[in-house]
């Protein structure tokens, strides 16, 4: 079955550096998300991106955060100046359209130091 | 903003009791998804439930989605300590968001 992939894996890094975090989803899909989870909690949804653009973003999605579909392949999400909180694992997500299921990536664990 | 309710949040049994988790909502989803997440991986599906009062078998584990299509529940049946996992449920509004709503999750411990 096509996976959906990340990379790195685990991203260090410190108080106020930018980060990007990358994700290529399944070839054929159309729409594609970013959600978040900090360590022990629920996973939240950040973005939703269709038709080069963003559809819906939530209100942990600030001006801090942009997300990226560069060369049709790849899909970034990037946090400008991190903080301690942003500390958590980090889900691409895709679908090939609506309403079916959403494939997730296998995460990048993102801590900030 | 749309709430998933799931309860418990933990539960801990022994090998070969059958429990019952419960995803509730006050909104109505036009279909909700159940995913098992191992620590560190990412949620993988186990079952999509689309019509209100489906259900739906996956081996042990029974899916049902409520008439009104605001709950689930998944039932496992003499649990194995290989069930021992995070349980979340997922909503799907399908609106212009075009993206799910998740539940708290519920941790289950499977003693053998």
């Known amino acids: 079955e096509p996976e959906v992939t990340q990379t790195p894996s685990h991203q260090v890094t410190q108080m106020g550096q930018e980060v990007i975090l990358r994700c290529v989803p399944i070839?054929?899909?159309?729409?594609f998300y970013w959600y978040r989870q900090i360590l022990g909690q629920k996973v939240e949804f950040l973005v939703s991106?269709?038709?080069?653009?963003?559809?819906?973003k939530s209100e942990i999605f600030d001006d801090q955060f942009s997300v990226e579909r560069p060369d049709g392949s790849n899909f970034t999400l990037k946090i400008r100046s991190t903080k301690l909180e942003d500390s958590a694992m980090y889900f691409c997500?895709?679908?090939?359209?609506?309403?079916?299921?959403?494939?997730f990536g296998p995460g990048t664990r993102l801590t900030v130091t | 903003t749309q709430l998933l309710e799931q309860s418990p949040q933990f539960l801990s049994i022994q090998e070969g009791e059958n429990l019952t988790v419960y995803c509730n909502s006050s909104?109505?989803?036009?279909?909700l998804q159940w995913y098992r997440q191992e620590p560190g991986e990412g949620p993988v599906l186990l079952v999509t439930?689309?019509?209100?009062?489906e259900v739906k078998k996956l081996k042990r584990l029974t899916f049902q989605f409520g008439d009104a299509r605001k709950d689930s529940s998944l039932h496992i049946t003499a649990a194995q300590t290989g069930d021992t996992g995070l349980y979340l449920c997922?909503?799907?509004?399908?609106?212009?968001?075009?993206?799910?709503?998740f539940g708290s999750g519920t941790r289950l411990q499977v003693q053998p």
């Open positions: 997500a895709s679908r090939p359209g609506t309403p079916t299921r959403e494939y």
């Open positions: 070839s054929n899909h159309l729409y």
């Open positions: 991106f269709y038709n080069n653009e963003i559809s819906e």
């Open positions: 909104s109505v989803f036009s279909s």
């Open positions: 439930v689309v019509t209100g009062g």
């Open positions: 997922a909503g799907d509004r399908d609106t212009g968001r075009r993206a799910l709503t």
